[in-house]
Nanobody, 119 residues
Framework: QVQLVDSGGGLVQAGGSLRLSCAAS????????MGWYRQAPGKERELVAT???????NYLDSVKGRFTISRDNAKNTVYLQMNSLKSEDAAVYYC?????????????WGQGTQVTVSS
């Protein structure tokens, strides 16, 4: 089992920046993919960015060029650097870890951190 604690959200003006952090503990050696999802009020949760164990990354089209996902293996932490924030980026952001069990992926989630963008 993997435990995730995400942090770093807050209130920022449009055009500003925030960095989210996700600290992982537990069976982190078994994690294959880590990522960030977000959910705005009245909308479904959507995938924002992922980073695989090999280092490859993937991004939601609307955040490409503005957001960067990275990780510090020594600290067991994944980051989401968010620049040029827009009002549509406002949401609760959740850290996610996917662990391959041999038959399917098991999801672990952080508690969520609120990002508010003021215009």
């Amino acid at each position: 089992q993997v435990q995730l604690v995400d942090s770093g959200g807050g209130l920022v003006q449009a055009g500003g920046s925030l960095r989210l952090s996700c600290a992982a503990s537990g069976s982190i050696f078994s994690v294959n993919v880590m990522g960030w999802y977000r959910q705005a009020p009245g909308k479904e949760r959507e995938l924002v960015a992922t980073i695989r164990s090999g280092g490859s990354t993937n991004y939601l089209d609307s955040v490409k060029g503005r957001f960067t996902i990275s990780r510090d293996n020594a600290k067991n932490t994944v980051y989401l650097q968010m620049n040029s924030l827009k009002s549509e980026d406002a949401a609760v952001y959740y850290c996610n870890a996917k662990t391959w069990t041999g038959a399917l992926y098991l999801d672990s989630w952080g508690q969520g951190t609120q990002v508010t963008v003021s215009s």
